[in-house]
Nanobody
Framework: QVQPVESGGGLVQPGGSLTLSCTFL??????IAWFRQAPGKARDDIAC????????GYSESVKGRFTLSRDNAKNTVYLQMNNLKPEDTAVYHC??????????????WGPGTQVTVSS
């Protein structure tokens, strides 16, 4: 599978947690980024993890709440989201990052998974 595929989205209450997954066949070759798109807002790049998982970066809006990890044997990257807020509501996409998390240079990305944070 060339295109990443996201899963794990859904409806969660504020303060709750959700774990998203990103999977594709050769995921282990790439640094993987996550970005989100919310209605009426520009694309928001939120996190990136290196090929090995040794280096992870987060945007200020999610730092301390979201955690990226990867299991290359399973061709999967996980985005653990804690203390979710209504403003986190968006479609979440994962993408290959050709810049190795330096400049958000995305090669391919998935169709996304909807995350809705609401009471």
């Amino acid at each position: 599978q060339v295109q990443p595929v996201e899963s794990g989205g859904g409806l969660v209450q504020p303060g709750g947690s959700l774990t998203l997954s990103c999977t594709f066949l050769e995921l282990d070759y790439y640094a993987i980024a996550w970005f989100r798109q919310a209605p009426g807002k520009a694309r928001d790049d939120i996190a990136c993890i290196s090929r090995t998982g040794d280096n992870v970066g987060y945007s200020e809006s999610v730092k301390g709440r979201f955690t990226l990890s990867r299991d290359n044997a399973k061709n999967t990257v996980y985005l653990q989201m804690n203390n979710l807020k209504p403003e986190d509501t968006a479609v979440y996409h994962c993408a290959t990052d050709l810049s190795r998390c330096k400049r958000a240079e995305f090669g391919s990305w998935g169709p996304g998974t909807q995350v809705t944070v609401s009471s």
